[in-house]
């Protein structure tokens, strides 16, 4: 596999937030880079890339703690409301 498609796959990879599948691509970059001679151009423009999608990651990140937090959030609504309506019930039931 040439770097071009590696590159590639390890967007799309990012992209779907797979990020074994991008473990894997990233170990397989970095052997092909090591049999290879990097230029210090090319170096760069793949530690810009990555810079990038680091960024794209941690903002990835951030939106799935909030969405976590606000699940946790809605799990103990959700339980204060049964045991609201347990015990509405309860005060209920000898009526009649």
Do not use: H
């Amino acid at each position: 596999m040439n770097l071009e498609t590696l590159e590639r796959l390890i967007d799309e990879a990012i992209d779907k937030e797979d990020y074994e599948g991008l473990l894997e691509l990233l170990d397989e970059r970095e052997k092909l880079l090591k049999s290879i001679e990097v230029s210090p151009k090319l170096a760069q423009e793949l530690l810009r890339r990555d810079q990038q999608r680091m960024k794209k990651i941690a903002e990835d990140k951030s939106k799935l703690i909030e969405t976590i937090m606000k699940s946790r959030k809605y799990g103990k609504s959700m339980q204060a409301y049964g045991r609201s309506i347990s015990e509405q019930g309860k005060r209920n039931w000898g009526r009649g």
